[in-house]
Nanobody
Framework: QVQLVESGGGLVQAGGSLRVSCAASGDTFSTYAMGWFRQNPGKEREFVASIGWSGASTYYTDSVKGRFTISRDNAKNMVYLQMNSLKPADAAIYHC????????????????????WGQGTQVTVSS
């Protein structure tokens, strides 16, 4: 079992930056790939970024490439999403998720790959 708790969401102006964090507890963190997804009411959950178990492999959806950076600290059981040049379209509830496995990050773009989910943190971007 893995418990995931997100933090760091908030209100930011378009063009600004925000870092959301996810604290993991329970099972051995380094045996999981991690991902960030986002969702708005009435819409499907959307993949944002993933990172492999060691942090060496990362993968992003096209709309955030060059603006967002996913990272992890296995010693602290943390995963982060640094979001720069934010746009109103980035506003959503951001969820982190954990997937057992050692594959490269690009193999974790689908929500069905994930075993555990956090409750999410709200990111609001004003125009």
């Amino acid at each position: 079992q893995v418990q995931l708790v997100e933090s760091g969401g908030g209100l930011v102006q378009a063009g600004g930056s925000l870092r959301v964090s996810c604290a993991a507890s329970g099972d051995t963190f380094s045996t999981y790939a991690m991902g960030w997804f986002r969702q708005n009411p009435g819409k499907e959950r959307e993949f944002v970024a993933s990172i492999g178990w060691s942090g060496a492999s990362t993968y992003y959806t096209d709309s955030v490439k060059g603006r967002f950076t996913i990272s992890r600290d296995n010693a602290k059981n943390m995963v982060y999403l640094q979001m720069n040049s934010l746009k109103p379209a980035d506003a959503a509830i951001y969820h982190c998720a954990a997937a057992r496995g050692y594959s490269r990050a690009s193999n974790y773009a689908g929500s069905r790959n994930y075993n555990y989910w956090g409750q999410g943190t709200q990111v609001t971007v004003s125009s």
